[in-house]
C-alpha cells in the first residue's frame, strides 16, 4: 500500500483574505498529503469583513467532480469538507462520503462565529449540515457553530464538566469531537482552549493556547487542516490537536507582530517550515 496519501477537500476558493482552500491546500501539502480540491464555489474574497464578493457557484460541479471520480476508480484516504453554499451541495458532499467508505470522514460544519452565524447560513444550510455531521468521522466546530448544532445559547464561559458533556453531546454519531476555541474556568482560571473526545476510548483532551485580541478568518480551516492530516498520519487526537493549536498560534502571533488588518487572514506562508518539521509535542492535557 502506498504511503501516499490523498484528500478529496470539497471547500471553496476565496481569492483574497487566506481561508478555505487557499490555506487548505499548502498546510496539507506542507505535511506530505496530497489535496485534491472540489471546489464549491469561487469567491474574490471571504464574507468576514467584505461586501459585495464576486461569487460562482459550483453546486453542480461538485457531483460532477464525484462521478467523474467514480469512473476512475479513485478512492480517497478522506474526504475533508468545509464552507458550503447551499443546502443542495450537502447531497453532493454526502456522495463523495458513502462514495469512500474507507476513508476518514471530516466535517467542518462551516456556519459561523463570533455568536452569529454567517450571512450564507439559512436555517435550511443548517438543518442540512447536521445531516453531514451525522456521517463524519471527525467534526470541528467553533463555539459559536456547537452551540447552533446543540440548540444552545452561546455561553461567555464554560466550565470543564460542561465542555465535557457539549463534547459528548455532540459524538453521538461522529467518533472524534473537536470545539475550537472554549473559554475554559477552571480552578486555574480562565484559559482559551481547544479540546476534544474521542468516543472509542472515552477519553477527553484539552490544549490551551495565548489569547491574541484579534480574530482572523481562516484560522478554523487552518486548525482543521493541520488536524486532518495529523490524524491521517496515525497520530493520536491528543497529539494532531497538539500540532493543530501550535501551527494555528505560531501563524496568528506571527501575524499580529505585523499589524496586518484582520481580513486579510494570518501570513502563514512565514510559518510553512514549522510544518515539515514534524516537531514533537506535548502541551496537550486531559480535559
Ligand atoms: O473560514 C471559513 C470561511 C470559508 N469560506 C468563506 C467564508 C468563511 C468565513 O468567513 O466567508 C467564503
Not at 471547500?11 to 483574497?16: I, K, P, Q, T, V
Not at 472524534?176 to 474521542?198: A, C, M, R, T, Y
Request: glycine letters at 6%.
Amino acid at each position: 500500500m502506498s504511503q501516499h496519501k490523498k484528500i478529496a477537500a470539497i471547500h471553496d476558493l476565496s481569492g483574497f483574505g487566506r481561508c478555505s482552500l487557499s490555506v487548505i491546500i499548502p498546510v496539507i501539502s506542507a505535511m506530505g498529503i496530497q489535496v485534491c480540491p472540489v471546489p464549491t464555489a469561487v469567491l474574490s474574497t471571504h464574507t468576514g469583513g467584505f461586501t459585495d464578493m464576486a461569487l460562482e457557484d459550483l453546486t453542480e460541479h461538485i457531483s460532477d467532480c464525484y462521478e467523474h471520480y467514480k469512473k476512475l476508480g479513485l478512492q480517497f484516504d478522506a474526504i475533508y469538507s468545509g464552507f458550503m453554499t447551499s443546502p443542495k451541495q450537502v447531497d453532493s458532499c454526502l456522495k463523495f462520503l458513502y462514495g469512500n467508505p474507507d476513508a476518514l470522514k471530516v466535517v467542518d460544519p462551516v456556519l459561523g462565529d463570533n455568536g452569529k452565524p454567517y450571512s450564507t447560513c439559512t436555517p435550511e444550510l443548517m438543518r442540512r449540515m447536521k445531516e453531514l455531521v451525522e456521517e463524519a468521522d471527525v467534526i470541528t466546530p467553533n463555539l459559536t457553530e456547537t452551540c447552533m448544532l446543540l440548540g444552545e445559547e452561546c455561553p461567555p464561559m464554560m466550565s470543564v464538566s460542561q465542555a465535557r458533556s457539549w463534547l459528548a453531546r455532540l459524538s453521538d454519531k461522529p467518533r472524534i469531537v473537536v470545539i475550537k476555541g472554549v473559554p475554559l474556568i477552571d480552578d486555574e482560571g480562565q484559559k482559551l482552549s481547544n479540546i476534544g473526545f474521542d468516543r472509542e476510548s472515552g477519553s477527553f483532551w484539552r490544549i490551551d493556547w495565548d489569547h491574541i485580541p484579534m480574530h482572523y478568518p481562516g484560522t478554523g480551516d487552518i486548525f482543521t487542516s493541520v488536524l486532518t492530516a495529523s490524524l491521517l498520519k496515525g497520530e493520536s487526537l491528543p497529539i494532531a490537536l497538539n500540532r493543530a493549536t501550535t501551527f494555528t498560534e505560531i501563524a496568528v502571533k506571527t501575524t499580529y507582530s505585523y499589524g496586518t488588518e484582520s481580513r486579510q487572514g494570518v501570513l502563514f506562508e512565514d510559518c510553512l517550515s514549522w510544518l515539515m518539521t514534524n516537531t514533537v509535542l506535548s502541551d496537550y492535557k486531559r480535559l
